[in-house]
């Protein structure tokens, strides 16, 4: 059982720590300077429960277990020893002259790995440990690679959950004619993605669009505030629709990555003219149906933000309606949907779908058509269907400049110590007081601005959590495993906010101030907000800046002051 000679002895400790059990000395010891010559660092136990101790006192790679032993048994032994391994994969290879099945089965049943009959050869010895090595070696790279994953999917959830709270109280909070628009929306994942933005014109008439962003969560949560801001404000203002689609195309050129854009289509109807004025860009085509049939309205321009600049008019159609007619708009995700045996819904479903349900709403059986083909298969795209009658969606005409509050106010408030923990409900706080009368249509924008701010001060100006740990998903879930540590043990010291708010002539201003009572952060470490939409860190400060019309830090980063204006009812 003596190595070969010739071959020099690996350093110590480089293959790792091995455990020897054995009651006989002279077997450890023998053991012991064949595993030492191959690389190992050796502890070594005389019997199972000192090889317990052992290996709760040292961080062990691979056991080599006799099985008759007095005090423990090396099956007693190797079962209170994968036990405490856990998750991590440690070889146990049993050394024993035992041969019968029985035995066999009691040392495998217990956990035991591999087996090395007594007397053994250095070679077959070298072998097994070879073979344990590569076993565990992947075993490893199995665990840290689910690790890796785990995290990502609780980072990605974290982020749908930012991106869906976004889009509930600031996108979809402005929309208008909910009542009359029929509007599906289903998610593939946790919240869906898709935009759906509503508003009147002046002249009482009609703007809908419909969005999709390449991507999906907290990337195109934040590209679809600037479209938001852009549609209503303009639309409050009477804005022809190519310049509307134009400058949404300008400002996610600029924002966004290059890889990134919206696919969308826009329909207009002006309150009494008869005319309904169409725009696609990449999405599917649009159906207008009624009594005379259906027109299909096909995609005649490039999606949302691939080029500085938009061509002409002439991918706008001016297509003639009447009141017993509707518009169905879809996004992609409805024409892929996936049935069991793996057919998609398509365009020909929509087609028949037409044909029956001519002269009343289509939605409703569009949904029970749905539901049939998918039968509970789970989609890999966010649905979204609207559906706009051609009459009975006009509003309100020639709506006041300046709507809104008359007078300004101020308010404040202060948490402190264990108050700190629960993030602060500052509508409804607002809104008992009646200082949000006239200013809903930023109620959402003002949460997001004041939550944001508020975790930035809490985590790095009193917790002093670099931001930088989130570089990756290790990083990540270390920063959110801190962050609960250090919530749990107590918080010291305070965060103060105060809101104040101005009428303007043609609309107002919000100046949201959050300082701390920490040392602040480095707000020189900030980076353009088009940079920081593609790192996993910074990307609440860049929601924030993307919202208001400036942001400053004073006092070292432990004051911040965000001014959010609009004009109209749009931010600016």
């Known amino acids: 059982m003596s190595p ?22 002279a077997n450890r010891g023998l053991l012991e300077a064949l595993l030492q010559r191959e690389g190992f660092a050796t502890v070594c136990a005389e019997n199972g429960l000192e090889a317990v101790e052992r290996f709760s006192a040292d961080n062990v790679d691979m056991v080599f277990m006799d099985v008759m032993m007095p005090v423990m048994d090396g099956i007693e032994a190797c079962r209170r020893i994968k036990a405490l391994a856990g998750e991590r994969f440690v070889p146990v290879i049993f050394l024993t002259a035992l041969k019968d099945d029985d035995s066999m089965w009691r040392c495998t049943e217990a956990g035991g790995d591999d087996f090395l009959g007594k007397p053994f050869s250095f070679a077959a010895l070298n072998s097994r440990v070879r073979a344990m090595e590569r076993i565990r070696d992947l075993n490893r790279r199995l665990v840290e690679q689910h690790r890796m994953l785990t995290c990502a999917h609780e980072r990605d959830l974290l982020e749908q959950q930012l991106a869906e709270r976004i889009f509930n109280r600031v996108v979809a909070a402005r ?3 909910t009542d009359r628009i ?10 869906c993605g898709d935009l759906v933005l509503t508003a009147h014109l002046p002249d009482g008439g009609l703007r809908v669009l419909v ?71 990449g999405m599917p085509c649009a159906l207008l149906s009624g009594p005379r049939g259906r027109r299909v309205l096909s995609s005649r321009s490039l999606p949302l933000g691939i080029l500085p600049e938009l061509p002409g008019d002439g991918a706008l159609e001016r297509v003639p309606v009447q009141g017993d007619e509707r518009l169905l708009m879809v996004s992609d995700g409805l024409l892929e949907a996936e049935g069991l045996d793996g057919t998609m819904f398509g365009e020909a479903a929509l087609y028949s779908l037409m044909e029956t349900a001519v002269g009343g709403p289509l939605l409703p059986e569009l949904v029970r058509t749905l539901d049939a083909h998918c039968a509970g298969v789970e989609q890999r795209d966010d649905i979204t269907v609207v559906e706009i009658p051609m009459d009975g969606v006009s509003g309100p005409r020639a709506h006041g400049k300046g709507a809104g509050m008359t007078d300004g106010w101020r308010w404040s408030m202060e948490w402190a110590d264990r108050r700190l923990v629960g993030a602060p409900a500052v509508l409804e706080a607002l809104r008992p007081l009646g200082l949000l009368d006239g200013l809903e249509a930023h109620a959402g924008a003002l949460e997001v601005i004041v939550s944001e701010l508020y975790a930035n001060a809490l985590e790095h100006g009193l917790m002093r959590l670099p931001s930088t740990m989130k570089v990756d998903s290790d990083g990540f879930d270390a920063y959110y495993t801190e962050r609960a540590r250090r919530l749990a043990e107590g918080v010291r010291g305070s965060i103060a906010l105060e809101l104040s708010y101005e009428p303007l002539d043609d609309g107002g201003q919000l100046v949201v101030r959050i300082s701390d009572s920490g040392r602040g952060f480095d707000p020189g470490t900030l980076v353009p907000v088009e940079e920081a939409l593609l790192r996993p860190w910074g990307r609440g400060i860049a929601l924030v800046r993307e919202l208001c019309e400036s942001l400053e830090f004073f006092a070292g980063g432990s004051l911040a002051e965000a001014v959010y204006r609009w004009q109209g009812s749009r931010a600016v």
């Open 4 to 25: 070969p000679p010739g071959n020099p002895p690996l350093p110590a400790s480089s293959r790792g720590t091995a455990l020897v059990v054995d009651d006989s000395p």
């Open 175 to 177: 929309n208008v004619a």
């Open 182 to 191: 029929g509007v599906l929306q289903r998610p593939a994942t946790l919240f």
């Open 211 to 281: 969005g999709d962003f390449t991507g999906h969560g907290l990337g195109a949560a934040i590209g679809a505030l600037p479209v938001t801001e852009i549609f209503h404000s303009m639309s409050w203002d009477g804005a022809r629709d190519t310049d509307l689609l134009a400058e949404i195309n300008r400002r996610l050129f600029e924002l966004l990555p290059a890889d990134r854009f919206m696919a969308a289509c826009m329909a207009t109807l002006p309150a009494r003219d008869g005319e309904l004025r169409f725009w696609n860009g």
